[in-house]
């Protein structure tokens, strides 16, 4: 090519660069604008409110039956809440939403990550892990067998390594223990009516919130989705008011109906409080359910027995005996009266009521034994001993 060529070359009019194609907006940015992080961006909802007052970590340990609660920080305490594409769990669930919330400055945060779409896990899987690292210990509404398992899961899937595990208080089964008696239904919605006064107007069913997703992959709209956002927001709040409910009912700060002593009496019992199991017991004594009351008798009579009150604890059985009428109880008596407290004819007595509970042969020499007993205290042949 000649100099003239490439001087014409030059003179052309310069071609305008391809103007570059505007870059699409996530749907879901409409509802929830991206937060830019290392991960790539994360959708994230903040809330403040005032946080309650939360129990001390020695309630936790007892309402989680759990001694490694004992030692959790209660200030940094991580409320776990997540909607689902459904309730079988597995790889096969996804966590569209994951709920969080804590406390801050005494304000109660919460902190709602939402998942713009399937494989966009990293940043919600990223901030979760930082949430939980930072975490004393978890406290959810039945999280330890379903929402935590699931978002462990989560993190294999995607090949990250998950945080290190921490005590976990499920509230689902704490309210179980303490509510059995007077609540027969302990779904978050039902506790929160019966305990906290909360009364949800045109919150979405169950079943409607996997649907929610699923319409917004199909059409992109996120007018459900906001639906569900307030639906998670109340199931978090709810945990953290249930959470300090139970704490003030366990620290005997809050008026409880007797049903819910005898549940509270249960659990000391268990946690081995048993001076705080006698009060509850005794408070459930006041329930107009005869079979509350005769519960109660029976729990207050086996402790009294155990820390060796022996007269108190017949005295607790005596009375139980005629309300729920158990052959069991007054096996337990026979053997009080005949082998603690050497008194035979009351032996003989709820012996011979004891028979449809004790094997036959045993039953007989029982009977015998404590007869033969009562006949020389009568004749005044009695041993020492009685």
């Not at 978090?236 to 009496?265: I, K």
């Not at 402790?303 to 005295?315: D, K, P, Q, V, W």
């Not at 158990?326 to 082998?339: F, N, T, V, W």
Request: net charge positive; with cysteine.
């Amino acid at each position: 090519m000649d100099f003239k060529a490439k001087l014409g070359l030059l003179a052309r009019p310069a071609v305008p660069a391809p103007t570059p194609a505007p870059q699409r907006t996530h749907p879901l940015s409409a509802l929830i604008p991206p937060t830019p992080t290392s991960a790539g961006p994360l959708h994230v909802v903040h809330t403040r409110s005032t946080a309650p007052r939360l129990p001390l970590a020695t309630a936790l340990a007892a309402l989680g039956l759990d001694e490694a609660l004992g030692g959790a920080d209660v200030e940094r305490l991580l409320f776990l809440d997540t909607e689902t594409t459904g309730l079988a769990g597995g790889a096969g669930t996804l966590p569209f939403l994951v709920g969080l919330a804590f406390v801050e400055a005494g304000a109660l945060v919460v902190e709602q990550l939402h998942l713009s779409g399937p494989g966009a896990e990293r940043p919600v899987l990223a901030r979760l892990h930082e949430r939980v690292s930072a975490a004393s210990a978890l406290v959810s509404f039945n999280g330890r067998s379903f929402d935590w398992p699931l978002l462990r899961t989560r993190f294999v899937m995607n090949r990250l390594a998950p945080p290190a595990q921490r005590p976990h208080l499920d509230l689902l089964h704490a309210s179980r223990r303490v509510l059995r008696h007077w609540q027969r239904e302990t779904r978050l919605s039902t506790v929160e009516r019966a305990v906290l006064d909360v009364r949800r107007v045109a919150d979405l069913e169950g079943a409607q919130v996997p649907q929610a997703w699923f319409d917004y992959l199909r059409t992109g709209r996120v007018a459900m989705l906001a639906r569900v956002l307030t639906h998670n927001l109340q199931d978090l709040r709810s945990t953290v008011q249930l959470l300090s409910w139970l704490g003030r009912a366990w620290d005997e700060h809050e008026p409880v109906p007797p049903e819910v002593s005898l549940g509270l009496g249960e659990l000391a019992e268990r946690a081995r409080h048993t001076p705080k199991a006698e009060r509850f017991f005794e408070q459930a004594t006041q329930s107009r359910s005869v079979e509350v009351q005769a519960r109660a008798l029976v729990a207050t009579g086996r402790l009294l027995r155990r820390r060796g009150a022996l007269e108190l604890a017949a005295a607790a059985w005596e009375r139980a005996a005629p309300l729920c009428d158990d052959p069991s109880l007054h096996l337990a008596l026979a053997r009080l009266y005949e082998h603690r407290l050497r008194d035979a004819p009351s032996a003989e007595r709820h012996a011979l009521l004891a028979r449809p509970v004790e094997a036959p042969v045993a039953h007989a020499r029982r009977i015998a034994r404590l007869s033969t007993k009562r006949q020389l205290r009568l004749a005044g042949c009695a041993p020492a001993r009685w």
